[in-house]
């Protein structure tokens, strides 16, 4: 009989040693041997947690027996599947029965053909999914315990307070406490924006907590942190921490006003027609959309313009930068939007534009981005696999210890399972990219009528009209607005 091993372990079990991935496996091994069984192949799912079936040899396990590849699938116990009963008897009564695959474990006998054996598993699945609830009930309880009494519940500790071990809670750290200080006054100043805080303190040249440089992500992250005015924040409320607050309470709720008066002023904001279409003509980087406040955000009347502006010239996030010289200038978004409309009026009554527009626009191209990183990162997937897959072989034939092997394979691992988001990555932009192929007559039907289309819809409807037809937009610094039709 040919057999699939299956093997799961969970990092808080990887410590355990007789659920390591090698002592599973050469436990199924000695078993497949006594019971004069072949192995097809060990689908292995290392670090991942049994509430759930979405792992990926798991999916690979479930694709190759519906595929006729092997008689059986064999585990250490049954847990090992899932602790979900739902999912175990999904597997067995929706996947494995219907076409003949057996289902056996190493420590568990058990037999799925009979009414009996079927209980027995029911029972066992009930008892593991009993044992991780009763887990997450713990934690949980723990945690709301610990968030009531105002504890530090772990974790990285915030920036401005590093975790004192003999307390185990949190203390002010001197130095970045201040640098803390120093971004909510800056914001109260209310014409201090994120951008402008991380500037100052990347020319101050102060160290940032988790990148190389300030960057508006982290302003936001520590201007909307309770911890800094004393708080516990757990489940969407606010409890009274044990650590020593950095910025007092009241001014805390002075930047969350703020913040929330911004925000909410700013749905109101007109939205870029071309925004994630626009380039700059002059450096060829992405152009983005950047509010300008013309008065004080605190005082009446508000008055926001919003720009197009070069992300090279801008500064802001420094790999999307192509030319730190470039000078293409603000562009008002709402002046940009109406020169592309008037561009798109065009073809209304201009048939020669359509004709260039489209003439190269459905010649199929076979090696584009999507398709060529697709098929190189399937092909590096299957070489670590392989490789892997050789670390395992010489750990059967003893030259490896448990240890060593877990030692390489691990990084080997890490990489696989970036490659397998990757390739799904790159497997839905290719069918996104399908799904927006249309035919000629469509482009030129919307191209013929569009100045009819646009006075009749909507302005998320005029939106969705630009973006199907607009592949990208380019700005130069004199105002000339050029674009590509899909």
């Not at 939205?271 to 980087?285: H, K, N, P, Q, T």
């Not at 200038?329 to 209304?348: A, F, T």
């Not at 190269?360 to 584009?368: C, G, P, Q, R, V």
């Not at 927006?436 to 009749?456: A, C, I, P, Q, Y």
Request: glycine share 6%.
């Amino acid at each position: 009989m040919l057999v699939a091993g299956y093997l799961r372990v969970s990092k808080d079990e990887q410590a355990e040693k007789d659920l390591s991935i090698p002592a599973q496996k050469s436990r199924i091994i000695a078993y497949c041997q006594s019971q004069d069984w072949d192995v097809y192949d060990f689908y292995i799912d290392d670090g991942y947690t049994a509430k759930n079936l979405n792992r990926p040899d798991m999916q690979r396990l479930i694709k190759d027996a519906k595929a006729g590849k092997f008689n059986a699938v064999v585990v250490i116990r049954l847990d090992r599947i899932s602790r979900k009963q739902k999912d175990v008897l999904y597997l067995i009564e929706d996947v494995f029965e219907p076409i003949n695959v057996g289902f056996k474990s190493v420590t568990q006998p058990f037999d799925t053909t009979t009414a009996f054996g079927k209980a027995s598993i029911g029972m066992l699945a009930v008892f593991a999914q009993l044992e991780l609830d009763q887990l997450i009930e713990r934690v949980t309880d723990a945690k709301k315990e610990a968030a009531s009494q105002g504890r530090f519940m772990g974790g990285p500790s915030p920036y401005g307070y590093r975790h004192n071990p003999a307390t185990k809670g949190l203390e002010i750290d001197e130095v970045q406490s201040g640098i803390v200080r120093v971004i909510y006054d800056e914001y109260l100043k209310g014409d201090t924006g994120y951008q402008r805080i991380s500037d100052l303190l990347n020319e101050r040249k102060i160290p940032a907590p988790m990148s190389a440089s300030w960057n508006r992500t982290t302003i936001i992250k520590i201007l909307t942190n309770p911890s800094y005015a004393g708080y516990l924040p757990h489940k969407g409320q606010l409890h009274q921490g044990k650590h020593p607050a950095i910025i007092p309470p009241e001014q805390w709720e002075q930047v969350q006003k703020l913040l929330a008066s911004k925000k909410k002023y700013q749905y109101s904001i007109h939205s870029g027609l071309i925004s994630g279409m626009i380039y700059c003509g002059e450096c060829g980087a992405r152009m983005r959309t950047k509010n300008v406040w013309q008065n004080h955000p605190c005082k009446d009347p508000k008055r926001v313009i919003q720009y197009y502006l070069c992300y090279s010239q801008d500064g802001s996030t420094p790999y999307m930068t192509k030319d730190k010289n470039c000078k293409c200038g603000y562009k008002q978004s709402e002046m940009i939007d109406q020169k592309l409309v008037e561009r798109l009026m065009e073809y209304s009554v201009n048939p020669k534009l359509i004709k260039e527009a489209t003439k190269e626009l459905f010649e199929h191209d076979k090696s584009t981005v999507a398709t060529k990183s697709l098929a190189q990162a399937q092909k590096e997937h299957s070489a670590l696999k392989k490789k892997i897959d050789r670390w395992y072989d010489a750990f059967e034939r003893g030259v490896l210890d448990p240890d060593d092997l877990m030692t390489r394979v691990k990084e080997l691992r890490e990489r696989k399972y970036c490659l397998e988001q990757e390739i799904i990555n790159w497997q839905e932009q290719l069918e996104g990219e399908q799904a927006r192929v249309k035919s000629t007559d469509d482009l030129l039907g919307v191209l013929k009528n569009f100045k009819r289309l646009w006075n009749e819809s909507t302005p998320e409807e005029r939106k969705s009209l630009v973006q199907s037809l607009v592949k990208s937009v380019r700005v130069y610094k004199d105002d000339r607005v050029e674009l590509d039709i899909f």
